[in-house]
C-alpha cells in the first residue's frame, strides 16, 4: 500500500467548462485545460487563503472565492511537462477532515451535482478510514448509511 489512498481508488471529479476539481481529505486539485504549447509566462496564478484567480495569455479562465480557507503560501500551480496543455493547482486545504466535504470550487460557482457530492463525501469518509486504519487497504471499499460529515465519531469508544 505504498501509493496514495486516491491513486489506489481513484478520484471524484467535478466537471467544469474549463476542466474540473476534486479533493482529498487534505487537498483540492484544479485541473484547467490550456491550449496546447502554453508557456508558463502565458500563466498568471494568484493564490491567497480564500481566493483564486487564473489566467491565461491574459484571459481570465478562474476568479473567485473559494468555498473554504486554505493554506495560502501551500498552494502551488504548475503546468504540464510534456504537451503544456493542462495547467494543475494544488491548494492544502485548512481544515482536513471528512466532515469538510467541499460541495463547489467556490462560493458561488462550480458546485458539484448531488451524485458527485454524495460520491466525494464518500470518498473522503473512505480516505478517513485508511488513515484512521493504517493496516487495512479501503481503496476498493463500499460504504452505505451514515457517511455524512465523515461518516460516525468512534472517538470515544473503548479501545
Not at 48 to 62: D, F, K, M, N, W
Not at 112 to 123: G, I, T
Request: charged fraction near 25%; proline fraction near 5%; hydrophobic fraction near 35%.
Amino acid at each position: 500500500m505504498s501509493a496514495p489512498f486516491e491513486e489506489r481508488s481513484g478520484v471524484v471529479p467535478c466537471g467544469t467548462p474549463w476542466g474540473q476539481w476534486y479533493q482529498t481529505l487534505e487537498e483540492v486539485f484544479i485541473e484547467v485545460q490550456v491550449p496546447p504549447g502554453t508557456r508558463a509566462q502565458d500563466i498568471q496564478c494568484g493564490l491567497q487563503s480564500r481566493h483564486v484567480a487564473l489566467s491565461v495569455g491574459g484571459r481570465e479562465i478562474l476568479k473567485g472565492k473559494l468555498f473554504d480557507s486554505t493554506i495560502a503560501d501551500e498552494g502551488t500551480w504548475t503546468l504540464g511537462k510534456e504537451d503544456r496543455k493542462m495547467v494543475r493547482i494544488v491548494l492544502t486545504k485548512t481544515k482536513r477532515d471528512a466532515a469538510n466535504c467541499w460541495t463547489s470550487l467556490l462560493e458561488s460557482e462550480y458546485a458539484a451535482d448531488p451524485w458527485v457530492q454524495d460520491q466525494m463525501q464518500r470518498k473522503l469518509t473512505l480516505e478517513r478510514f485508511q488513515k484512521e486504519n493504517p493496516g487495512f487497504d479501503f481503496s476498493g471499499a463500499e460504504i452505505s448509511g451514515n457517511y455524512t460529515k465523515g461518516g460516525p465519531d468512534f472517538s470515544n469508544l473503548e479501545k
